[in-house]
């Protein structure tokens, strides 16, 4: 079977070295997995996902009475912080996932980067799709990269037509520099392709699968007092889920992706999948 996350891998690693722009990233930084994504459904191709986030400043929910506004209630206090993964010794900083089979069905027709590759064949889609994600690292490792505008102040959108402007241009640089055909020759097939071709296609995931590791709320021990509590507003108790707070090598499964679903194969431990 073709390990679809291992072959996304050693592509970003040449990318990389290729592309100067994206020279900064070490790919020993970035976890890549495999999410459950339909082909014909909605949603995004692939997602980064940052983990060098800080935590956030304390903050509460809060519910209000329809017809005077008045502050009714609200939870208690709660701060959302980041999950630490870590592979081995090293603290993964971001995770980049791809949604399988949806992203290997990806064509260039009827999108919005279309215009920037006339007379490409549509497997150019995938690979714009991975820059595109690569190039939402930041150099200074601490979120999610924000575009800087003409005038030189930042938009408040990490999507626009400079930045898909932007990584098309990279693309063009990758292909240029006449990489091996071998590191993205993949990206030329369809999922159902690549199914019959290889006997299977499968991926890293997490063993909480579809689950994977998120933001998280964290109850603050010691509850600051509020100043709306003076006027009798009920203090609800914070429901905190389950999800955990630190992923390992332990937490990675190898998982064959289907056409409309996935299965689990085997677990990964040590043997990090890419």
């Not at 929910?61 to 630490?84: G, M």
């Not at 820059?131 to 924000?146: A, K, N, Q, S, T």
């Amino acid at each position: 079977m073709i390990n679809y996350t291992e072959r996304l891998t050693l592509l970003m690693q040449d990318i990389v070295a290729r592309v100067p722009k994206l020279s900064f990233i070490d790919i020993a930084d970035v976890l890549v997995f495999g999410r459950a994504g339909r082909t014909k459904a909605e949603g995004a191709f692939a997602t980064c996902h940052c983990l060098t986030l800080p935590a956030s400043e304390p903050g509460h929910y809060f519910w209000r009475d329809r017809t005077t506004r008045r502050l009714t209630r609200r939870s208690e206090w709660f701060i959302t912080k980041s999950p630490v993964v870590t592979i081995g010794q090293r603290e993964v900083k971001y995770m980049l996932s791809f949604s399988l089979p949806r992203f290997c069905d990806q064509r260039l027709d009827k999108s919005r980067k279309e215009r920037f590759y006339p007379g490409a064949d549509p497997w150019i889609a995938k690979l714009d799709t991975v820059v595109h994600e690569l190039y939402h690292v930041d150099p200074e490792y601490d979120g999610i990269r924000r575009i800087a505008r003409g005038d030189g102040t930042y938009s408040a959108h990490c999507h626009g037509h400079r930045f898909f402007k932007e990584v098309a241009e990279m693309v063009h640089t990758y292909l240029a520099a006449r990489p091996d055909r071998a590191l993205y020759d993949f990206l030329q097939h369809d999922f159902d392709s690549l199914d019959a071709r290889f006997g299977g296609v499968v991926g890293t995931a997490f063993r909480t699968f579809p689950s994977f590791p998120q933001r998280y709320i964290e109850r603050l021990p010691v509850q600051p007092p509020c100043d709306a509590d003076a006027d009798g507003v009920l203090v609800e108790p914070l429901r905190v889920g389950h999800q955990p707070a630190r992923y390992t090598e332990d937490d990675l499964h190898v998982r064959q992706f289907l056409k409309d679903s996935s299965r689990r194969l085997v677990r990964k431990g040590q043997f990090r999948a890419a």
